[in-house]
T-cell receptor, first 115, second 110 residues
Framework: GAGVSQSPSNKVTEKGKDVELRCDPI?????LYWYRQRLGQGLEFLIY????????KSGLPSDRFSAERTGESVSTLTIQRTQQEDSAVYLC?????????????FGPGTRLTVL | QKEVEQNSGPLSVPEGAIASLNCTYS??????FFWYRQYSGKSPELIMS????GDKEDGRFTAQLNKASQYVSLLIRDSQPSDSATYLC??????????FGAGTTVTVRA
């Protein structure tokens, strides 16, 4: 079946602009996660959704970052007033449930470059 | 102290040799441990999960976990050029969030 998809695959923006990143999880997966991967580094947790609710937003680096999920499906990560340090690959993952034995499947990521 | 630390690499091994990757973690309550493989420019792919102390084997891969030492490792036997990738250690302190190490890049020389 279809895996996790993300769009756009690449985004180049100017400092100060807002960007929206989209994630389509695997159908039927109730849990959805956003991670950020800076060049040469591991993945950094940003936010977790169970259904349409976000019980854990602890990883969001600042109030410029927000995310929502609708229809227990598509999620959008929004970064307002982008800064150069926001440049990274933003990865979305989904899992069937939040149970620790359920594999998190990752999408291909969106590479964000802030000039 | 980082939550998850991996040997920095890069690790270069000849084809057919064993590649050994190490990972330590700081959160003692962690119960779930994973190894992801990430090819350059691609998304991470789960290759091993381990939850109990001891060894777990899957094909050419063996994961080893020692909770007392807060240590998890991955052995790749009979390394192939297709194993050349970055290997990410991930630890799950609670039941959803993954904490990742920075990764170890492995190059298998033909």
């Amino acid at each position: 079946g279809a895996g996790v998809s993300q769009s756009p695959s690449n985004k180049v923006t100017e400092k100060g602009k807002d960007v929206e990143l989209r994630c389509d999880p695997i159908s039927g997966h109730t849990a959805l996660y956003w991670y950020r991967q800076r060049l040469g580094q591991g993945l950094e947790f940003l936010i977790y959704f169970q259904g349409n609710s976000a019980p854990d937003k602890s990883g969001l680096p600042s109030d410029r970052f927000s995310a929502e999920r609708t229809g227990e499906s598509v999620s959008t990560l929004t970064i307002q007033r982008t800064q150069q340090e926001d440049s990274a690959v933003y990865l979305c993952a989904s899992s069937l449930t939040r149970d620790r034995t359920d594999t998190q499947y990752f999408g291909p990521g969106t590479r964000l470059t802030v000039l | 102290q980082k939550e998850v630390e991996q040997n920095s690499g890069p690790l270069s091994v000849p084809e057919g040799a064993i590649a050994s990757l190490n990972c330590t973690y700081s959160d003692r309550v962690s119960q779930s441990f994973f190894w992801y493989r990430q090819y350059s420019g691609k998304s991470p792919e789960l290759i091993m999960s381990i939850y109990s102390n001891g060894d777990k084997e899957d094909g050419r891969f063996t994961a080893q976990l020692n909770k007392a030492s807060q240590y998890v490792s991955l052995l790749i036997r009979d390394s192939q050029p297709s194993d050349s990738a970055t290997y990410l250690c991930a630890v799950q302190p609670n039941d959803y969030k993954l904490s990742f190490g920075a990764g170890t890049t492995v190059t298998v020389r033909a």
